[in-house]
């Protein structure tokens, strides 16, 4: 197998496996916000504070996966 087969097969792969992981991980936080949410309904500024970050940080997975895939593309 050349370089360019294994990167024309684990470049979409790798996206695919990133795009699914990010959406498995937000719908657990917003799932857990919203349950938190209801528990304690005064507290839902400071929930969707933290919950903004970590959807930052969670997206952000995604793109560094995004531009890496980009820059082995060129390889091809």
Known sequence: MTLQTALSLGLPIGLGLAALGTAIGLGKAVAAAMEATGRQPEASTKILI????GCAFI??????VLVFAFV???KI
């Open 59 to 64: 997206e952000a997975i995604t793109i560094y």
């Open 50 to 53: 933290n919950l903004t970050i």
């Open 72 to 74: 082995l593309s060129g």
